[in-house]
């Protein structure tokens, strides 16, 4: 068995995948590498993936499929993944070496002592295109390091740190018998891959090391702030759907302080994220449906929306009036600048 199955979905990504792959391929015979092209028709996506596996028949599988987006190139990686533990590597990002090696050699370690480990978290940088300094994101003063440990052993979560889809890797079999599946043809699904499994992760390791590199800041990225608000009704879709499984859930969730509060907060993120992007788009329309998903929330569990609504930033994203739209746009600005996103 394959101790890492790493999958990279790609969408007419021939301009930067082999940087993506070359970077994975150091991994060696310990990791199998899926290229999963999701249907793309403009460029040599398909024609790369072939040669790599030709190339590397023992390490790299190409992968054909219809196109169905981002969401449906994951849960194609999730269904015919071999390896002990899962990652996405998305096909514009890249990892760093040292840190990868760290990696492996932490999990084959664990996996020799017959060691369950359900999700390992690293770090991640954002290499912002035109920006010389690189914001690393790290959780060394959050979770424990170097150690299997326990969401009760976690501290508390500041505001902008949050485990995203470039800091995790989860137990291959924990995603496929638990049923993770993300929707297809919808962006912005990896905030679901990111908060769905949590609820059946039970022991977790971090390893303070940057590992994935997060390239950010191409005109056509779907983390684009105008791309974004121009696909805006995705962004609802998936909102409404952590709604759902965060209020389905609760009862359960409650039975862990710390993992309740963790996914409740990056609810409260997400959902905040949802508003001021309908605020910045300016138009009546985007402000009535920003209104609508206040009022899901709201029928959906009334205490989680009078949480939501009466902290500091939900608060600040329902101030009356364009008076109040201003407010809430600067301070979006300024958590941008602090947190390097978008």
């Not at 403009?42 to 790599?52: G, L, N, P, S």
Request: hydrophobic share 35%; net charge positive.
């Amino acid at each position: 068995m394959k101790l890492l199955t790493i999958a990279i979905p790609c969408y007419n990504s021939e301009k930067y995948m082999r940087k993506c792959i070359d970077s994975l391929l150091v991994g060696g015979e310990d990791v199998e590498i899926l290229i999963v092209n999701d249907g793309s028709t403009k460029d040599r996506t398909a024609e790369i993936a072939d040669e790599y596996e030709a190339r590397f028949p023992t390490i790299v599988r190409a992968i054909h499929k219809e196109n169905g987006g981002h969401g449906s190139g994951v849960n194609t990686g999730i269904a015919n993944a071999t390896g002990l533990y899962f990652k996405v590597v998305d096909s514009d990002d890249w990892v760093k070496e040292d840190a990868y090696q760290k990696i492996l050699s932490t999990l084959r370690e664990l996996a020799e002592h017959g060691t369950i480990l359900d999700m390992l978290v690293s770090n991640y940088v954002y290499e912002k295109e035109g920006e010389k300094r690189r914001k690393v994101m790290h959780y060394h003063r959050i979770l424990p390091k170097d150690q299997i440990f326990t969401w009760g052993d976690c501290r508390h979560f500041t505001k902008g740190h949050y485990i995203l889809m470039h800091s995790v890797i989860f137990r291959t079999k924990l995603l496929q018998e638990n049923g993770i599946k993300l929707p297809e043809h919808t962006f912005y699904v990896d905030n679901i891959y990111v908060f769905e499994p949590l609820p059946y992760v039970k022991k977790m390791y971090y390893l303070d090391v940057n590992f994935y590199r997060y390239y950010i800041g191409r005109v056509d990225q779907s983390v684009n702030e105008s791309i974004m608000i121009s696909r805006i009704d995705q962004q609802i879709k998936v909102n409404k759907l952590m709604i759902d499984y965060f209020v389905e859930r609760k009862g359960e969730l409650v039975k862990s302080k710390r993992l309740y509060q963790y996914m409740r907060n990056y609810l409260e993120i997400i959902t905040t994220v949802s508003s001021v992007l309908l605020i910045r788009s300016g138009s009546q329309e985007h402000l009535e449906k920003k209104k609508e998903l206040w009022q899901y929330l709201k029928a959906k569990d009334k205490r989680l929306y009078l949480w939501m609504r009466n902290g500091i930033m939900g608060g600040a994203m329902n101030l009356p009036g364009k008076g109040g739209r201003r407010i809430s746009v600067e301070g979006y600005k300024i958590c941008q600048k602090l947190f390097g996103f978008n």
